[in-house]
T-cell receptor, first 111, second 111 residues
Framework: ETGVTQSPTHLIKTRGQQVTLRCSSQSGHNTVSWYQQALGQGPQFIFQYYREEENGRGNFPPRFSGLQFPNYSSELNVNALELDDSALYLC??????????FGSGTRLTVV | EDKVVQSPLSLVVHEGDTVTLNCSYEVTNFRSLLWYKQEKKAPTFLFMLTSSGIEKKSGRLSSILDKKELFSILNITATQTGDSAVYLCAALSNTGNQFYFGTGTSLTVIP
């Protein structure tokens, strides 16, 4: 059973709307990363947070933003949704330098 | 450009066969290579490889890293239908603390 919990599991939004995805990290993990996985593709790195600060960012536009809270839970916010944002969004927590534990993901569909 | 390439993209075998999955990487400031199994949503951790030439084993699965030739292989012996999944390879870079994922190898094991 994974120690990383994501909500919601599924979501349908309309183009132009905003969405917030949530993640509760595994106990003791101080780093959280978000990935976007399009159908048939490997996960693409969005960004990582360590101790509430962004600690690395992939090639995603500024309308993808995030937060990490003192209890190490995290949010991914996406503004001005586009059809291509439809994907599985994975949250992963870790201790710095170690392998990730992934959550089950949020399946976002933009129509 | 940092990248991870997996081959083959897909594979269909019969139960009892042995398979070898390949992963090559070109990642700046490489630290480690990880293998994950993804069945439905959350990728589950298999191996983390940091040193060259040291085989890691877990039951019927084993993996090894070659840091000179920049590749890794994942072997599965005596395959079972439960091994059917997408196998993801990811390279961790010290730069930006991000993992670069390949597109995965889809393995189907037929009874």
């Amino acid at each position: 059973e994974t120690g990383v919990t994501q909500s919601p599991t599924h979501l349908i939004k309309t183009r132009g709307q905003q969405v917030t995805l949530r993640c509760s990290s595994q106990s003791g993990h101080n780093t959280v990363s978000w990935y976007q996985q399009a159908l048939g593709q490997g996960p693409q790195f969005i960004f990582q947070y360590y101790r509430e600060e962004e600690n690395g960012r992939g090639n995603f536009p500024p309308r993808f933003s995030g937060l990490q809270f003192p209890n190490y839970s995290s949010e991914l916010n996406v503004n001005a949704l586009e059809l291509d944002d439809s994907a599985l969004y994975l949250c992963a927590s870790s201790l710095v330098g170690y392998g990730y534990t992934f959550g089950s993901g949020t399946r976002l569909t933009v129509v | 450009e940092d990248k991870v390439v997996q081959s083959p993209l897909s594979l269909v075998v019969h139960e009892g066969d042995t398979v070898t999955l390949n992963c090559s990487y070109e990642v700046t400031n490489f630290r480690s290579l990880l293998w994950y199994k993804q069945e439905k949503k959350a990728p589950t951790f298999l191996f983390m490889l940091t040193s060259s030439g040291i085989e890691k084993k877990s039951g019927r699965l084993s993996s090894i890293l070659d840091k000179k030739e920049l590749f890794s292989i994942l072997n599965i012996t005596a395959t079972q239908t439960g091994d059917s999944a997408v196998y993801l390879c990811a390279a961790l870079s010290n730069t930006g603390n991000q993992f670069y994922f390949g597109t995965g190898t889809s393995l189907t094991v037929i009874p």
